[in-house]
């Protein structure tokens, strides 16, 4: 029994030259915040996006808050976001003193339902923020429209999508502002990391400002707003640098990942997939399953059962406004969509080391577990 595998939810793979430039930094003593690979990292992350700013910061809660700050939102404001999503993005809303207002997701990408996002604008709406749920692209044009006619920020919350495509286009380049994360998990890492990308000259120098204790770029040591200290070190961005040479490696084989799953599990009948819509590179942070209603199991019955054989699953998120600090924003609004995928959705392991065998494993055990349920 104790011989039985272990197949975690997610893990880093670190193949390139992670090791010889974190080994740089020891050598060289550059290991806080100056240093050469956080301006490398940096470059070549804008170069990746399509943008022409980006700056690196400790983790990508942080970047949310940064754009939010950049674009000045404040106490009273509202910022319209996907109730589908991680807690992070409403999260950072929350520290400018700013209201989350929530929208459902749509029913095949289950990011954010654009022809629901204008029921929600009031005369306190500031913004939208999108998550490009799981790695696949939100639909773009409806939202930058909708937010042209309203005079609206848009920021894409791009912490799940490193290098997904929206029409050709990489997402983080077509909202006014993006953040990505690189936690141990994400499709890059740094271990803990964020950066914001975009092309706006005055939001990037701002976001500059403000993740650097808020000092005068051209005055050393002179503090004329209150500031932060967001800052990437430099042993960080050497990670970040070396999985960033490797990006098209790593999407392309979670890519691969997902299409094992598809040929394991498409036509079952008690589930629903992903979809890649046709104009979408979906690069599948986590290939999630939605249990569908012949499927008598509870879902955490079924992770349970997963567990069991060594397989760790995660739980689609909770929808932000079942949360305790969230729920009375919302209250008698009605999220359907949302809260079915959040009730019977699992995310199955996603990662670049994984192999065939592992997936047709996990599909195997999968298929029994859901068929079993009758
Ligand atoms: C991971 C994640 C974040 C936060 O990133 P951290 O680096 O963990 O702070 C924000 N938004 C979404 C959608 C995420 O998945």
Same mark, same amino acid.
């Given at each position: 029994?104790?011989?039985?595998?272990?197949?975690?939810?997610?893990?880093?793979? $670190?193949? @390139?030259? =992670?090791?010889?430039?974190?080994?740089?930094?020891?050598?060289?003593?550059?290991?806080?915040?100056? @240093?050469?690979?956080?301006?490398?990292? =940096?470059?070549?992350?804008?170069?990746?996006?399509?943008?022409?700013?980006?700056?690196?910061?400790?983790?990508?809660?942080?970047?949310?808050? $940064?754009?939010?700050?950049? &674009?000045?939102?404040?106490?009273?404001?509202?910022?319209?976001?996907?109730?589908?999503?991680?807690?992070?993005?409403? +999260?950072?809303?929350?520290?400018?003193?700013?209201?989350?207002?929530?929208?459902?997701?749509?029913?095949?990408?289950?990011?954010?339902?654009?022809?629901?996002?204008?029921?929600?604008?009031?005369?306190?709406?500031?913004?939208?923020?999108?998550?490009?749920?799981? @790695?696949?692209?939100?639909?773009?044009?409806?939202?930058?429209?909708?937010?042209?006619?309203?005079?609206?920020?848009?920021?894409?919350?791009?912490?799940?999508?490193?290098?997904?495509?929206?029409?050709?286009? %990489?997402? @983080?380049?077509?909202?006014?502002?993006?953040?990505?994360?690189?936690?141990? +998990?994400?499709?890059?890492?740094?271990?803990? /990391?964020?950066?914001?990308?975009?092309?706006?000259?005055?939001?990037? #120098?701002?976001?500059?400002?403000? %993740?650097?204790?808020?000092?005068?770029?051209?005055?050393?040591?002179?503090?004329?707003?209150?500031?932060?200290?967001?800052?990437?070190? +430099?042993?960080?961005?050497?990670?970040? &640098?070396?999985?960033?040479?490797?990006?098209?490696?790593?999407?392309?084989?979670?890519?691969?990942?997902?299409?094992?799953?598809?040929?394991?599990?498409?036509?079952?009948?008690?589930?629903?997939?992903?979809?890649?819509?046709?104009?979408?590179?979906?690069?599948?942070?986590?290939?999630?399953?939605?249990? +569908?209603?012949?499927?008598?199991? #509870?879902?955490?019955?079924?992770?349970? =059962? &997963?567990?069991?054989?060594?397989?760790?699953?995660?739980?689609?998120?909770?929808? $932000?406004?079942?949360?305790?600090?969230?729920?009375?924003?919302?209250? /008698?609004?009605?999220?359907?969509?949302? #809260?079915?995928?959040?009730?019977?959705?699992?995310?199955?392991?996603?990662?670049?080391?994984?192999?065939?065998?592992?997936?047709?494993?996990?599909?195997?055990?999968?298929? =029994?577990?859901?068929?079993? #349920?009758?």
């Amino acid at each position: 029994m104790n011989t039985k595998r272990f197949i975690p939810v997610a893990a880093p793979t $670190l193949n @390139g030259n =992670e090791r010889a430039y974190v080994l740089d930094c020891l050598d060289s003593t550059w290991i806080s915040s100056n @240093g050469k690979y956080v301006e490398q990292f =940096e470059r070549a992350f804008a170069e990746f996006c399509g943008v022409k700013h980006a700056a690196a910061c400790c983790n990508g809660t942080v970047a949310l808050h $940064l754009a939010l700050m950049a &674009l000045g939102v404040g106490p009273k404001d509202e910022v319209i976001v996907p109730t589908l999503t991680f807690v992070a993005t409403a +999260n950072a809303v929350t520290y400018c003193g700013a209201r989350p207002v929530f929208v459902d997701s749509e029913p095949e990408t289950w990011n954010i339902d654009p022809e629901q996002i204008e029921a929600k604008i009031t005369t306190r709406t500031k913004g939208i923020i999108v998550v490009h749920l799981y @790695g696949h692209p939100v639909d773009m044009d409806p939202v930058m429209s909708i937010a042209r006619r309203h005079n609206l920020f848009v920021i894409e919350d791009a912490a799940e999508a490193h290098g997904a495509e929206y029409k050709g286009r %990489k997402v @983080g380049s077509i909202g006014d502002i993006a953040t990505f994360s690189f936690y141990g +998990n994400k499709i890059i890492t740094t271990g803990e /990391g964020g950066m914001v990308v975009t092309n706006d000259d005055a939001l990037a #120098s701002k976001v500059r400002q403000l %993740k650097g204790q808020g000092m005068d770029p051209n005055k050393r040591y002179w503090f004329p707003i209150v500031g932060y200290n967001y800052r990437m070190t +430099n042993v960080a961005a050497a990670i970040g &640098l070396a999985q960033l040479e490797r990006a098209e490696w790593h999407i392309e084989r979670r890519r691969e990942v997902a299409k094992w799953y598809y040929q394991a599990l498409k036509d079952n009948p008690s589930l629903t997939l992903p979809v890649e819509r046709e104009w979408a590179k979906n690069v599948y942070w986590m290939f999630t399953v939605v249990l +569908n209603d012949n499927v008598r199991k #509870s879902r955490d019955h079924i992770m349970q =059962e &997963l567990a069991a054989e060594g397989i760790e699953t995660r739980p689609v998120f909770y929808p $932000l406004h079942t949360l305790p600090p969230y729920n009375r924003l919302s209250r /008698g609004q009605r999220f359907p969509v949302a #809260s079915h995928l959040g009730a019977r959705g699992i995310n199955l392991p996603t990662w670049a080391g994984l192999k065939k065998a592992d997936i047709e494993f996990i599909c195997k055990v999968l298929k =029994e577990f859901v068929r079993g #349920s009758g």
